[in-house]
């Protein structure tokens, strides 16, 4: 019999209890192996990069924003992106499988719901989260889509609606509906309050 290759898994910076029970969790599985532990934010598309991993698991804390993660998985298609989140909300759920993660999980989550998410994700499937009404309602505002986070990146670069539309190849129109819908999701007026928000 064939012995399979274990599953590569990399480790981003988490709280130290956190990120402590995580490689405990993921040592003691045979089927897996830890590649990288306590990676920073910063120097997390370099070592996907240098390991390749099966699995990559990231704190949902260290995120600067939802295009980080899309442009990682982007960059890494091969990867699969778990996301690990104090307490998130179905929107929050919904936005990160939306910019490429293959689950997103509350911290609290059992042991062995983690190590499933694991091994589903090496394989590509998605893992979602238990729906409880109470700890996944929607707490905060209403979140981008994939196109308005794009949107809003140009947008606080300074660029115009006609550069944006032409980085973009879409029309100007479609551009200001964006901006308009980003406006009312963030609660700003103006587009010296969205670069103030960076």
Known sequence: ????APITVALGRFEDIV???LRTLIENDAAL????SGVPPDQFAPALEAYKPNVAI???GSLHSASELRDLHRTHPDTRLIVLANRPTTTEVRQMLSFGATACLSKSSE?????????LASRGLHVLPPVDSESYAPS?????TPREADVLELL??????????EIL???IETVRTHARRIYRKLGVSTRRELRARR
């Open 33 to 36: 192996e830890l590649v990288a």
């Open 111 to 119: 042991e062995r719901d983690v190590l499933h998410a694991i091994h």
């Open 19 to 21: 990120g402590r029970g």
């Open 58 to 60: 990231l704190n949902f």
């Open 156 to 165: 606080q670069a300074g660029r115009s609606n006609a550069e944006i539309a």
């Open 140 to 144: 905060g505002p209403e979140l981008l």
């Open 1 to 4: 019999m064939l012995k399979r």
């Open 169 to 171: 190849h879409v029309g």
